[in-house]
């Protein structure tokens, strides 16, 4: 007796796998075969098997996987993600997302060199064409060259970004609420009782009230700090300290502003954030905090839509898509499911869950899926699996786009490129895909800040607007119950200015101030007369640069209207004793050296010797001490150092100074001469610039090729300037 519904299920089966097929044909003839006698029957599969049997067992050789795949017209789609494959055939035609596709999530795994970075650096290439924005977070400095590619495209590191989580709340969005989320997120990142949060947001009021609301997470710290709780209240406390100690301690710059960048303003421009190499807990803070921003921005906002019926003008202008690179690093899913039940689920849950209908989508891939929230998996509707090894994930994830279990084991089989797919709503079965390979070329550091400074310098400016619109209004508030001395408005900006930026020098305080040179000379004037600022002149480069120095006056002015202590006793430091001049060229010299690659320490002890260098700088275990002398020629002392680092550079503000030392060296007998460098302040900094300038060229021209970045300041003689060595 011929079973003849599994037969028919068996056919249809194999000819869902031949490519370039006449399967109308087949199909007509299964048709017929329920309605047929026996003979006739046994006849026609003959004739079936006859014809499909040899097609499928030379397909069946193929090396890729045999899986069913879609037609030319089934996968067509704006977003062109790769080539359909049937085993090793190539059918010419891509498959292609929808954007109801991308507003519903992707998701993919593979392990390590699978292709996954590939398919997000082609991905970004059709958003780019269609014209759609996007934000990537970049662990491993894989897109920092897209800037360079596209140029509608922005880049910031971590370290540039600045915002206050506390003072830089989502439009419409309740105070409380946004700091009760913010400390959600910190207990989800870094671990927190249940109970802390509450007992943090007691505080934050507090604080809040007291410094009229301009409060940041170190004054949150110490605020904590300064309390006597209870045992368990201390002990909710103590957890607290810890974890703002971390948030402080590595991202210090970045969360304690006065406001921060536009955060809405950000999400209107493609962008890429680099955050190698942050720790992962406070990278997850920092990450999930921005992502809740503009989740909560677009809810209070009213930004939604059917976006199957939305006009495609309203979502280009309002559609955003995240793309994760290591996925698990920025949704570490671990406590998901103990924390669900006694605590809170995850806050990013909550945007996996709901973004969709805000216009917020993510794609994220990763080799570890078990550590990714389970509630992104569940939302995401394209899933694309890449070669998977272990045995127990391939079988889950198999599961989850429809595989057969027969069939999972072809997961551990795919070549590099190759991926599994299936996109709910779009193929009833999975079908194989190969990615189309984009170069990745390598990009220097030095180049990355080259790229980064446009972009930084936008979002300065319009944080420059804010923060002083915040500080007059925090100085009228400040003046109605504490005597303030009468300044123009003008006076307090310039002021404000100043105390944030140290190093600027006159032409661009004026240009960030939008002051005219009229209006600059009066409130200079002014400011001098009030004993506020003094003028400390001296050559930067080729020409003398005009400096402001805050005096005591004006820094205890500031920290009454509110000023960060920290930063008052920074500026104390810089003006004091050695001098503002030798401060600034501190900075100056390591703020070049990092740039290129070395760590740098300002006012090190040795610690053999105890002997204090003004800079000590370190790169790949070669260590240079750097001495800075505005005054003096007391030589003797300063050789001291050379037993104890590999390079010694004597740094002098005028000839006279620096002839005289030469002089002194070349007179000394038994001294390391090889080891040193001596030269003018100016000689030493345009040598760091020529480098830092040619290491920019060099990148640019080897992107792609050997991917090696310029090296440091010379670290041996033939490449110093001229004049630098005390021989010869």
Same mark, same amino acid.
């Given at each position: 007796?011929?079973?003849?519904?599994?037969?028919?299920?068996?056919?249809?089966?194999?000819?869902?796998?031949?490519?370039?097929?006449?399967?109308?044909?087949?199909?007509?003839?299964?048709?017929?075969?329920?309605?047929?006698?026996?003979?006739?029957?046994?006849?026609?599969?003959?004739?079936?098997?006859?014809?499909?049997?040899?097609?499928?067992?030379?397909?069946?050789? *193929?090396?890729?996987?045999?899986?069913?795949?879609?037609?030319?017209?089934?996968?067509?789609?704006?977003?062109?993600?790769?080539?359909?494959?049937?085993?090793?055939?190539?059918?010419?035609?891509?498959?292609?997302?929808?954007?109801?596709?991308?507003?519903?999530?992707?998701?993919?795994?593979?392990?390590?060199?699978?292709?996954?970075?590939?398919?997000?650096?082609?991905?970004?290439?059709?958003?780019?064409?269609?014209?759609?924005?996007?934000?990537?977070?970049?662990?491993?400095?894989?897109?920092?060259?897209?800037?360079?590619?596209?140029?509608?495209? %922005?880049?910031?590191?971590?370290? &540039?970004?600045?915002?206050?989580?506390?003072? %830089?709340?989502?439009?419409?969005?309740?105070?409380?609420?946004?700091?009760?989320?913010?400390?959600?997120?910190?207990?989800?990142?870094?671990?927190?009782? =249940?109970?802390?949060? *509450?007992?943090?947001?007691?505080?934050?009021?507090?604080?809040?009230?007291?410094?009229?609301?301009?409060?940041?997470?170190?004054?949150?710290?110490?605020?904590?700090?300064?309390?006597?709780?209870?045992?368990?209240?201390?002990?909710? %406390?103590?957890?607290?300290?810890?974890?703002?100690?971390?948030?402080?301690?590595?991202?210090?710059?970045?969360?304690?502003?006065?406001?921060?960048?536009?955060?809405?303003?950000?999400?209107?421009?493609?962008?890429?954030? !680099?955050?190698?190499?942050?720790?992962?807990?406070?990278?997850?803070?920092?990450?999930?905090?921005?992502?809740?921003?503009?989740?909560?921005?677009?809810?209070?906002?009213?930004?939604?839509?059917? +976006?199957?019926?939305?006009?495609?003008?309203?979502?280009?202008? %309002?559609?955003?898509?995240?793309?994760?690179?290591?996925?698990?690093?920025?949704?570490?899913?671990?406590?998901?499911?103990?924390?669900?039940?006694?605590?809170?689920?995850?806050?990013?849950?909550?945007?996996? $869950?709901?973004?969709?209908?805000? @216009?917020?989508?993510?794609?994220?891939?990763?080799?570890?899926?078990?550590?990714?929230?389970?509630?992104?998996?569940?939302?995401?509707?394209?899933?694309?699996?890449?070669?998977?090894?272990?045995?127990?994930?391939?079988?889950?994830?198999?599961? $989850?786009?429809?595989?057969?279990?027969?069939?999972?084991?072809?997961?551990?089989?795919?070549?590099?490129?190759?991926?599994?797919?299936?996109?709910?709503?779009?193929?009833?079965?999975?079908?194989?895909?190969?990615?189309?390979?984009?170069?990745?070329?390598?990009?220097?550091?030095?180049?990355?800040?080259?790229?980064?400074?446009?972009?930084?310098?936008?979002? &300065?400016?319009?944080?420059?607007?804010?923060?002083?619109?915040?500080?007059?209004?925090?100085?009228?508030?400040?003046?109605? $119950?504490?005597?303030?001395?009468?300044?123009?408005?003008?006076?307090?900006?310039?002021?404000?200015?100043?105390?944030?930026?140290?190093?600027?020098?006159?032409?661009?305080?004026?240009?960030?101030?939008?002051?005219?040179?009229?209006?600059?000379?009066? =409130?200079?004037?002014?400011?001098?007369?009030?004993?506020?600022?003094?003028?400390?002149?001296?050559? =930067?480069?080729?020409?003398?640069?005009?400096?402001?120095? /805050?005096?005591?006056?004006?820094?205890?002015?500031?920290?009454?209207?509110?000023?960060?202590? !920290?930063?008052?006793?920074? +500026?104390?430091?810089?003006?004091?004793?050695?001098?503002?001049?030798?401060?600034?060229?501190?900075?100056?010299?390591?703020?070049?050296?990092?740039?290129?690659?070395?760590?740098?320490?300002?006012?090190?002890?040795?610690?053999?010797?105890?002997?204090?260098?003004?800079?000590?700088?370190?790169?790949? @275990?070669?260590?240079?001490?750097?001495?800075?002398? /505005?005054?003096?020629?007391?030589?003797?002392?300063?050789?001291?150092?050379?037993?104890?680092?590999?390079?010694?550079?004597?740094?002098?503000?005028?000839?006279?100074?620096?002839?005289?030392?030469?002089?002194?060296?070349?007179?000394?007998?038994?001294? !390391?001469?090889?080891?040193? +460098?001596?030269?003018?302040?100016?000689?030493?900094?345009?040598?760091?610039?020529?480098?830092?300038?040619?290491?920019?060229?060099?990148?640019?021209?080897?992107?792609?090729?050997?991917?090696?970045?310029?090296?440091?300041?010379?670290?041996?003689?033939?490449?110093?300037?001229?004049? @630098?060595?005390?021989?010869?």
């Amino acid at each position: 007796m011929i079973d003849l519904d599994k037969y028919i299920d068996s056919v249809r089966k194999k000819i869902s796998v031949i490519p370039n097929f006449d399967k109308e044909s087949i199909e007509s003839l299964l048709d017929a075969l329920p309605n047929l006698g026996e003979f006739e029957v046994k006849q026609i599969m003959q004739d079936i098997d006859s014809i499909v049997e040899p097609e499928y067992q030379k397909h069946k050789r *193929s090396k890729n996987p045999i899986l069913s795949f879609p037609s030319k017209e089934e996968a067509q789609g704006e977003i062109e993600i790769g080539e359909v494959y049937a085993g090793d055939q190539g059918l010419g035609y891509p498959f292609g997302l929808s954007r109801v596709d991308l507003t519903e999530n992707i998701f993919g795994v593979g392990r390590a060199g699978s292709g996954k970075t590939t398919f997000l650096l082609n991905l970004i290439d059709q958003l780019e064409q269609n014209k759609i924005r996007y934000t990537v977070i970049d662990w491993k400095n894989d897109y920092t060259f897209l800037p360079k590619k596209y140029s509608d495209v %922005n880049l910031a590191t971590y370290r &540039q970004f600045a915002y206050n989580p506390w003072i %830089n709340i989502p439009p419409g969005m309740d105070r409380r609420l946004w700091w009760f989320i913010v400390l959600d997120v910190v207990a989800h990142s870094t671990g927190l009782y =249940v109970a802390t949060p *509450s007992h943090v947001l007691e505080a934050l009021e507090e604080i809040y009230e007291i410094k009229d609301g301009r409060i940041n997470s170190k004054d949150l710290y110490q605020y904590l700090k300064s309390q006597n709780e209870s045992k368990k209240r201390e002990e909710y %406390n103590s957890t607290a300290l810890n974890r703002l100690f971390l948030l402080n301690e590595l991202l210090d710059d970045v969360i304690n502003v006065d406001y921060g960048f536009d955060v809405e303003d950000i999400f209107k421009d493609s962008w890429i954030i !680099q955050m190698a190499p942050l720790h992962e807990a406070v990278s997850s803070f920092l990450i999930n905090v921005l992502l809740l921003w503009e989740y909560y921005r677009r809810l209070y906002k009213g930004v939604r839509a059917d +976006w199957k019926s939305a006009p495609h003008s309203y979502f280009l202008e %309002n559609f955003h898509m995240f793309i994760m690179d290591e996925a698990h690093l920025t949704q570490y899913g671990g406590h998901e499911h103990k924390d669900a039940t006694i605590f809170s689920p995850p806050p990013l849950s909550i945007f996996f $869950s709901q973004s969709r209908e805000l @216009g917020l989508a993510t794609c994220a891939f990763t080799q570890f899926p078990n550590m990714v929230m389970s509630a992104f998996k569940t939302n995401a509707g394209t899933k694309v699996i890449l070669n998977v090894v272990e045995s127990d994930m391939r079988e889950e994830l198999g599961a $989850s786009i429809g595989l057969e279990k027969d069939d999972v084991k072809i997961l551990g089989k795919l070549d590099r490129g190759f991926a599994v797919v299936n996109v709910a709503g779009r193929t009833k079965k999975p079908f194989l895909m190969k990615i189309p390979f984009i170069e990745k070329p390598i990009v220097a550091e030095a180049e990355i800040l080259a790229i980064s400074k446009p972009y930084i310098t936008r979002l &300065q400016a319009k944080r420059q607007e804010i923060e002083s619109r915040l500080f007059m209004n925090h100085v009228e508030r400040k003046g109605e $119950s504490v005597p303030l001395p009468e300044l123009p408005k003008e006076c307090w900006q310039f002021l404000d200015h100043v105390f944030g930026h140290p190093w600027e020098y006159q032409q661009k305080v004026t240009e960030a101030l939008g002051f005219s040179d009229r209006k600059m000379a009066k =409130v200079k004037d002014l400011l001098i007369k009030k004993n506020l600022i003094r003028i400390e002149k001296f050559p =930067v480069k080729v020409h003398d640069r005009i400096y402001f120095v /805050l005096t005591a006056n004006a820094l205890d002015l500031l920290q009454t209207v509110g000023k960060s202590p !920290q930063m008052v006793a920074y +500026w104390r430091w810089i003006s004091t004793r050695p001098g503002f001049q030798h401060r600034f060229f501190q900075n100056y010299i390591s703020v070049q050296h990092k740039i290129l690659g070395w760590k740098g320490r300002l006012e090190y002890s040795l610690p053999s010797s105890g002997r204090r260098v003004d800079i000590l700088e370190e790169k790949d @275990g070669y260590r240079k001490a750097i001495e800075l002398e /505005l005054s003096t020629s007391d030589i003797e002392n300063k050789i001291r150092v050379l037993d104890e680092v590999d390079e010694l550079v004597l740094l002098y503000n005028d000839e006279t100074h620096l002839q005289f030392s030469r002089a002194k060296l070349l007179k000394m007998k038994d001294i !390391q001469g090889e080891k040193i +460098w001596i030269g003018t302040i100016r000689d030493y900094t345009e040598l760091l610039e020529n480098i830092i300038a040619d290491n920019v060229s060099k990148a640019a021209e080897t992107s792609g090729k050997d991917g090696k970045s310029g090296e440091g300041v010379p670290e041996d003689g033939s490449e110093r300037k001229q004049g @630098g060595d005390i021989e010869g």
